[in-house]
């Protein structure tokens, strides 16, 4: 018998280890994020307590994007590593093409993350937050939007069909589902029977709802198989 | 919608990733073309079968 096959199988399968690998790189972020958020809170350099549920939402969101952007831009910059990590069962290096469609998807994603956590940081940093430095950040968040735009316009361009079935598909689910919950919600609150929504709120949500529902459609389509 | 593409493949010993760059596509989409989880478009389907050297009705059959 050798060393090797003392293991079980499903420790060589490509696809395992690169879940493995995702799952000790969310781990690592999580672990990090919160302990440098609990220094931060603990020498008064910003303000946990008393963040709304939207708040926290998003700012864990942004996190993940943040984490998972600079995940995919780090693979990708290797064409060695791009499809090991994130194509496992392709079994070969990546096309400079492959690479550097990974690399955009990365920064796409990270780009979302970093504009989701700004307004939040922001506020728990600055309390009260100055007219000029709200004005400042505003202004950084519209110049990524338009650089974060383009960049998924490209995206789309370079996908192929099934991506880009996927990406329709999500848009016209989160569509239909967000549309019926939000008119609810608001005739609810139009007839004093439920609480009033900010639009943090409702962007915190849509961008969960559009993550979950992105992630059941491309699991449906076999994306990622 | 079933079809034959992964016997096709087979028989042509092409990996996954050896079709998706004869038809311009990722292996993703070989994977969920050859599982069923996904139907080609109708000028990927035209590739294929010119691909093939088949008729689209022999590669890809439909179920009902």
Known sequence: MTVASKFPKFLSNP???????????????GYGSGSLIGKLEKAGAMRVEGLGWSDLLSGLIAMMLIAMGTLVLVASLSRKTALRVLDPG????????????????GLVALLAGVM???????????????????????????????????????????????VRQVMSETGAVSFWLLQGALFL????????????????????????????????????????? | MKNRLKVLRAERDWSQADLADRLEVS??????????????????????????????????????
């Open chain 1, 185 to 225: 919600w608001a005739a609810g609150e139009k007839l004093n029977l439920l609480p009033a929504l900010s639009l943090w709120d409702a962007v915190a949500v849509l961008m969960a709802s559009y993550l979950l529902i992105s992630t059941l459609v491309s699991a449906r389509r076999g994306l990622g198989g």
């Open chain 1, 15 to 29: 696809k395992f280890r690169a879940m493995a690998l995702l799952t000790v790189a969310g781990g690592i972020v």
């Open chain 1, 90 to 105: 392709n079994g070969r290096d990546a096309t400079p093409a492959q690479a550097s469609y990974y690399r955009q998807q």
């Open chain 1, 116 to 162: 989701l956590a700004a307004p939040v940081l922001a506020n728990s940093v600055f309390d009260p937050l100055p007219f000029e430095l709200g004005a400042a950040v505003m202004a950084g968040i519209v110049a990524l939007f338009l650089v974060q735009t383009v960049g998924n316009l490209i995206l789309w361009q370079r996908s192929d069909e099934l």
């Open chain 2, 27 to 64: 292996r993703q989409t070989i994977n969920a073309l050859e599982t069923g989880k996904y139907d080609p478009s109708l000028p990927l389907a035209f590739k294929i079968a010119r691909l093939f050297g088949q008729s689209i009705e022999t590669i890809f059959q439909d179920e009902a």
